[in-house]
């Protein structure tokens, strides 16, 4: 079993940075995509953010030029950097991490959720 352990949320004002962090313990054989999720009160949850093993990343629209998905492979942890923050961007934030526990048995693992909130 793999947890997933969210950190970083919080309260900013428009304009501001927040670093979202999340570390993943367990039985861990290896990490293929590391990804963060965003939902809104009403909204589905939507895929913000995601880096591979071999540090490939993708955004959505909303984000790109602000945001920037990282990871530390040899902590097993996935970092959001988030500037430029915007009213719209406030959300509860999911990491989620996909890969193997064993080198025939994968896994999907979540995040407990962070709260972002960006108002003046």
């Known amino acids: 079993q793999v947890q997933l352990v969210e950190s970083g949320g919080g309260l900013v004002q428009p304009g501001g940075s927040l670093r979202l962090s999340c570390a993943a313990s367990?039985?861990?054989?290896?990490?293929?995509?590391m990804g963060w999720y965003r939902q809104a009160p009403g909204k589905e949850r939507e895929l913000v953010a995601s880096v591979t093993t071999g540090g490939n990343t993708n955004y959505a629209d909303s984000v790109k030029g602000r945001f920037t998905a990282s990871r530390d492979n040899a902590k097993n942890t996935a970092y959001l950097q988030m500037n430029s923050l915007k009213p719209e961007d406030t959300a509860v934030y999911y990491c989620?991490?996909?890969?193997?526990?064993?080198?025939?048995?994968?896994?999907?693992?979540w995040g407990q959720g962070t709260q972002v909130t960006v108002s003046s």
């Open positions: 989620n991490l996909e890969g193997k526990t064993t080198p025939f048995v994968r896994f999907q693992s």
């Open positions: 367990g039985r861990i054989f290896s990490i293929n995509s």
